[in-house]
Nanobody, 121 residues
Framework: QVQLVESGGGLVQPGGSLRLSCAASGSIFAIYAMGWYRQAPGKQRELVARIDSAGRTVYADSVKGRFTGSRGVAGNTVYLQMNSLRPEDTAVYYC???????????????WGQGTQVTVSS
């Protein structure tokens, strides 16, 4: 069984910063990519940042220059440093991993439980 556990959400004023963390654990064979998605009320889940095993990162246009995604040295953790936060960044942020568990022969998507980020004065 594989788990993704997030931490670091909360309430912050516009212009402030937050750092999200996520750790993957369990019966993991290999992790190919990790990242973050978000879902605001009434909207579809959208990509925020995705980092592959080579360290290449893709960002949503709306967060470029403000958010920075990174992965830990061991490869099973992912972080999202969010600066210059705006009210429109308010959403539930989900940790994501594309990985192969030891119980399967093909990789698939795994999701964390989500952490609320609220940007408001």
């Amino acid at each position: 069984q594989v788990q993704l556990v997030e931490s670091g959400g909360g309430l912050v004023q516009p212009g402030g910063s937050l750092r999200l963390s996520c750790a993957a654990s369990g019966s993991i064979f290999a992790i190919y990519a990790m990242g973050w998605y978000r879902q605001a009320p009434g909207k579809q889940r959208e990509l925020v940042a995705r980092i592959d095993s080579a360290g290449r990162t893709v960002y949503a246009d709306s967060v470029k220059g403000r958010f920075t995604g990174s992965r830990g040295v061991a490869g099973n953790t992912v972080y999202l440093q969010m600066n210059s936060l705006r009210p429109e960044d308010t959403a539930v942020y989900y940790c994501y991993a594309f990985l192969r568990s030891k119980a399967t022969t093909e990789p698939s998507d795994y999701w964390g439980q989500g952490t609320q980020v609220t940007v408001s004065s």
